[in-house]
């Protein structure tokens, strides 16, 4: 140690944050008990592959949440999920369930290092096929209903996605769930809602997974 043949970790966190840290410590081989070589490369991916593309669909959700309270005069207001028919609605959302289901098997079972390939793999879902693919339905250019039903799917979630991730990525997460949750019913919650680290982790529904269509 006294050589610092390794990167400061205290700089990391200043240029990755701590949440990347956390994240890629978890994809390593040091939860099986094995050893590690530490890269700064490592914790730069995590940012690039996971914390970014989240956070700027998280982004894409806000603007367009601001934007319809504009051109509405009314505030938007989730109440949980809603009865959309687009079949890319309930793509995603089938989806989102699966990997709930998969994170309660995995942590049940102590393998966390499964979750982070889970995580890249269903926000590279999110980005690059339901955002990208649902940018006009968000940005209201498709009708009102079908914005409004858009929003309130990528609302969801994206909620799911930090209660579940609170435990991996909590400073993240909290910065997510603080601005969120002005826009959340009431009734949404069952106890302390405070901080993102007060909710449950949530449970996935099987009735909205579709098997096939999540493989």
């Known amino acids: 140690k006294r050589l610092k043949s390794y990167p400061d970790p205290v700089e990391l966190m200043n240029k990755y944050g701590s949440d990347s840290i956390r994240l890629y410590l978890i994809d390593?081989?040091?939860v099986r008990a094995d050893t590690l070589k530490f890269k700064e490369e490592?914790?730069?991916?995590v940012l690039k592959d996971v914390l970014l593309p989240w956070f700027n669909a998280?982004?894409?959700?806000?603007?367009?949440?601001?934007?319809?309270?504009q051109e509405e005069?009314?505030?938007?207001?989730?109440?949980?999920?809603?009865?959309?028919e687009n079949v890319m609605?309930?793509?995603?959302?089938?989806?989102?369930?699966?990997l709930i289901e998969f994170v309660e098997v995995e942590m049940a079972a102590y393998r966390l290092y499964t979750v982070v390939p889970r995580l890249?793999?269903?926000?590279?879902?999110?980005t690059n096929?339901?955002?990208?693919?649902?940018?006009?339905r968000i940005r209201g250019e498709m009708g009102l209903e079908e914005c409004e039903a858009s929003v309130n799917t990528l609302f969801s979630v994206l909620l799911t996605m930090i209660r579940?991730?609170?435990?991996?990525t909590p400073f993240l997460t909290e910065t997510m769930y603080q601005n969120l949750k002005q826009a959340i019913h009431p009734k949404f919650f069952s106890g302390e809602d405070d901080s993102i680290h007060f909710l449950m982790l949530p449970k996935f529904n099987s009735g909205k997974i579709d098997r096939e269509g999540t493989k």
């Open 28 to 30: 390593s081989p040091v």
């Open 42 to 45: 490592g914790v730069k991916g």
């Open 58 to 69: 998280y982004r894409f959700l806000i603007q367009n949440i601001v934007r319809l309270e």
């Open 73 to 84: 005069g009314r505030k938007f207001v989730y109440e949980g999920d809603a009865l959309s």
């Open 89 to 98: 609605d309930k793509w995603i959302l089938s989806y989102t369930h699966s």
């Open 120 to 126: 890249i793999q269903f926000i590279e879902n999110l």
């Open 129 to 136: 096929w339901y955002v990208r693919l649902n940018r006009p």
């Open 164 to 168: 579940l991730m609170a435990p991996f």
